[in-house]
């Protein structure tokens, strides 16, 4: 074992104390992240950046210029019209030619690295992996993991799919070791889980201290999260309005949407253990991020474990050994 291995324990308590000392605040994020801390500052956001209320239904653009925050340049996105003249689905489309990243996940990719601030060697953790946001990922983080779900495998173990092996997990009973992640990333995936204050609590649990979860979810624009479908005592699905399936790649049925989350997620967040919870808003034409998007944001900041002190803390000429500014 090198002496780099021998200290990484202690350079990622130092490191995780300091991205808990510099976070990115709730009311400091950069633009277009606007943080709102309750329903009626939702909508009053919304209503005053609404930059699609100058298409009519009957006139949706093909296109639309913007830049992409992935490929740093201005580009011509692809609007997804539909042919019988419903309304455009503005978070799953916007594709931009170059990475072919849709709005949604462009501007969670976005979020993560504005409001997050990743290290190349963080340990991250995906809930996906047979998407374009884990190819984009994978490419930048060499300790990323992610998983897909397969029920009728063994979980924590690699499932073969005709595109590569994939780890297989259930959210809400994770394989990993406690404290063993800096970031969790679940972007449209928590709606598809009907026990996700599990899943929530899962994700705390593994989060090492000054970790943070990202999680993007279809939003009801209500403070109160509305049950689109339950699991009955006998273990059947029952639903309770319209069933809403997504696209799956696992799937051509596509995947069932139990719920449309309101701000209680938050409350749900702080009942799993996280210390600091907040929404961010955010709607723009520059960047092509049209509809009303939200994503939470979550961070495990209360102390434990081994703490920093005058012994244990990196001296100057560890740090810079190590790579660590210490400020």
């Known amino acids: 074992m090198n002496k780099r291995s021998r200290l990484e324990p202690l350079w990622r308590i130092y490191r995780n104390w300091l991205r808990k000392r510099n976070r990115v605040l709730p009311t400091e994020l950069p633009p277009p992240f606007f943080h709102a801390n309750d329903i009626n500052a939702v909508r009053a956001y919304f209503s005053s950046v609404d930059v699609e209320q100058q298409f009519k239904p009957s006139e949706y653009p093909r296109d639309i210029d913007g830049h ?49 601030k ?110 689109r479908a339950r699991i009955d005592s006998l273990g059947n699905i029952e639903h309770l309005v319209e069933p809403c399936y997504h696209g799956d790649p696992l799937s051509d049925q596509g995947v069932l949407s139990y719920y449309d989350f309101g701000m209680e997620l938050l409350d749900d967040m702080r009942s799993a253990g996280f210390q600091e919870c907040f929404l961010s808003c955010y709607q723009s034409r520059k960047w092509a991020y049209l509809s009303g998007n939200v994503i939470f944001i979550a961070r495990k900041l209360k102390t434990g474990g081994k703490k920093l002190t005058s012994e244990n803390l990196p001296n100057r000429d560890m740090a810079g050994k190590l790579g660590i500014s210490i400020r």
């Not at 309304?87 to 931009?96: A, K």
């Open 68 to 116: 992409c925050y992935v490929c740093k340049e201005d580009v011509v996105f692809k609007v997804d019209v539909p042919d019988d003249g419903s309304p455009v689905n503005w978070r799953e489309t916007l594709v931009c030619p170059h990475c072919n990243l849709i709005n949604r996940w462009r501007s969670c990719l976005h979020a993560f690295e504005a409001i997050c």
């Open 118 to 227: 990743p290290a190349v060697d963080d340990r991250i953790y995906l809930t996906e992996t047979l998407s374009p946001i884990y190819q984009n990922l994978a490419g930048r983080f060499p300790l990323l993991l992610s998983s897909e779900y397969f029920p009728d495998f063994e979980f924590g173990k690699m499932v073969q799919t005709p595109v590569m092996p994939v780890r297989n997990e259930d959210v809400t009973k994770l394989c990993f070791a406690d404290a063993s992640m800096d970031i969790v990333l679940c972007f449209d995936v928590l709606e598809h889980v009907p026990d996700y204050r599990s899943a929530l609590r899962e994700f705390y649990r593994v989060l090492d201290k000054g970790g943070q979860l990202l999680v993007s979810v279809p939003f009801s624009f209500q403070q109160e999260t509305n049950i």
